[in-house]
């Protein structure tokens, strides 16, 4: 398995590439920014893009799906309870005083439930809304791995000041969801380092204030 996580534009997205050199085929997830740079990457790797996945329709962390798409032919996952944000993204972009990417309605509805990912790895997704309405987490149960968006970081989460954010709701996201997961569980938060499911369990000063 190819696994490569890396930060791309201003804000520091995390973007991660999942690759499975047999079967030659990769997913993209959180193609914020440097879209270029990612597509460079797919290509030195040999590996078909198969699902562009989007934690959130924050500009940081949905900025370059569209781009990619249109050079990879691959389809964008995003919750549909993130499209108003997805709608917003001209005053994102004036938030950053960045330009405005270009955005499209995704292709798939990233709904609780659904199995994404590539064959031998496969992510289920959870719903985890309080960041924004329509956040997921994506967790690789076999690789005991949990790609978190902006609703987990180590020893934070994530804010709920922006539009469609919920300080309650975050927190009962992460507890119902994320804190059920094993402790041993690898967390791949949005921006900074790695963490586990029990680290934060033991040490997040946000999970602890109920
Ligand atoms: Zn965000």
Sequence with gaps: MILETFAVGPLQCNCTIMGDEEAGEAIVIDPGDEVDRIQRRLTELGLMLKQIL?????IDHVGGALKL???TGAPIYLNENDLPLLDMMAS???WLRTATPETAPP??????????????????VLHTPGH???SICLHFAPLKMVIAGDTLFAGSIGRTDLPGGSFNQI?????SRLL???DETRVLPGHGPA??????RKTNPFLHMQ
């Design 107 to 124: 292709d798939e509805n990233l709904t609780d439930g659904l199995v994404v990912g590539l064959e031998r790895y496969p992510a289920l």
């Design 69 to 71: 798409k249109r050079l």
């Design 54 to 58: 989007v934690t959130h329709a924050h």
């Design 180 to 182: 059920a997961l094993p």
């Design 132 to 134: 924004t309405q329509g």
């Design 92 to 94: 994102q972009a004036a």
């Design 171 to 175: 927190i009962d996201s992460i507890h």
């Design 195 to 200: 963490t586990s499911i029990g680290a934060e």
